[in-house]
């Protein structure tokens, strides 16, 4: 079961938590886990299309996902995942 941290901007949708734990064997199949486990999640996540959001970062142990593999980047068990959503502002 892969680790997911979860930034505070998140945590309402999960129940407060910092963290939670989710399975699948690689990091679309986690991410759904954890849309599974807290609903709504499932649009601050994903599009409709079902693809990763574009303004949400997703790190496996520290590694951009998006140069790896993707959502199909192969999780094991003792993995960390970071949700990072991007933020904007200013003038």
């Known amino acids: 079961m ?8 998140l945590r309402p949708s999960v129940g407060g938590e ?3 734990s ?14 599974e486990q ?3 999640t499932q649009t601050q996540l994903f599009g409709a299309d079902g693809d990763l959001n574009r303004f949400v970062n997703v790190y496996l142990n520290d590694e951009d996902v998006r140069v ?7 999780v094991s ?11 904007a ?3």
Do not use: C, F, W, Y
């Open 68 to 74: 790896l593999q993707g959502l199909d980047t192969v």
């Open 22 to 35: 989710a399975d699948g064997s690689n990091v679309g199949e986690v991410l759904k886990s954890l849309v």
């Open 38 to 40: 807290h609903p709504d």
């Open 2 to 9: 892969a680790t997911i941290r979860i930034p505070p901007v």
């Open 18 to 20: 910092r963290e939670v």
């Open 89 to 91: 502002g200013g003038r």
């Open 77 to 87: 068990g003792t993995d960390s995942l970071v949700i990072l959503p991007a933020m």
